[in-house]
């Protein structure tokens, strides 16, 4: 039960920060939003900026578990790019609210929280950059920079929580086979021959 209602508790202090920006919204606020009472939130977290941190590991640290293990399953690198960027939308499609209130609410994190987050981010791009990589010297790749690859698509892949919204001229199975063609076959230069997640 702790586990969900922590679950609970990020999921509506996220929409409240998104709502009405983390600097205006207070403990009392999350708690109304979650429907306990301002003490019972404290047995939780001890403080709103603990929060903002839980969130922004929702789509950090998150990632970093369920889909870099992706990268290292069988096949080759446009089939495992492919399956990335497939497990990437699909993640930040659920965490899309999360998503924005770790981009324009960052600076808020203590410098501890904040090199925790940053170690997430950098540690996925690293480990795009080495598949990209590896499909560069199998030949299957056609880029002069992997670690630039490996920037432009993770902007890329983050640049949908932005603009995508279910009830968008877009379903997000659309989205998804779009952006398979449009990284792998297009930015990677490996074509559409087993690119498909």
């Known amino acids: 039960m702790g586990r ?15 709502r009405d920006g983390y600097a205006a919204v207070g403990m009392r606020d999350v708690a109304e939003a979650v429907g306990i009472r301002g003490a019972s939130l404290y047995h939780h977290f001890g403080s709103k900026e603990e929060i903002l941190y839980a969130i922004c590991l929702t789509v950090t640290q998150e990632p970093n578990e369920l889909n870099l293990p992706l990268l290292d399953a069988p096949g080759t690198p446009a089939q495992r790019v492919a399956a990335l960027v497939r497990g990437h939308l699909e993640h930040l499609h659920r965490r899309r609210v999360e998503h924005l209130v770790g981009l324009h609410e960052l600076a808020a994190l203590t410098p501890e929280h904040r090199a925790v987050v940053d170690d997430h981010r950098r540690y996925y791009q690293r480990r795009v950059r ?3 990589a590896a499909g560069v010297r199998a030949g299957e790749f056609d880029v002069p920079d992997a670690r630039l690859a490996a920037f432009a698509i ?44």
């Open 4 to 18: 969900g209602r922590r679950e609970e508790i990020v999921h509506a202090a996220a929409r409240t920060f998104a």
């Open 130 to 132: 080495d598949v990209v």
């Open 154 to 197: 993770c902007d890329a892949l983050n640049g949908i929580s932005n603009w995508f919204h279910d009830d968008g001229e877009l379903g997000l199975e659309a989205v998804v086979v779009g952006y398979v063609d449009l990284v792998v076959g297009r930015m990677l230069g490996a074509g559409r021959t087993g690119a498909t997640a």
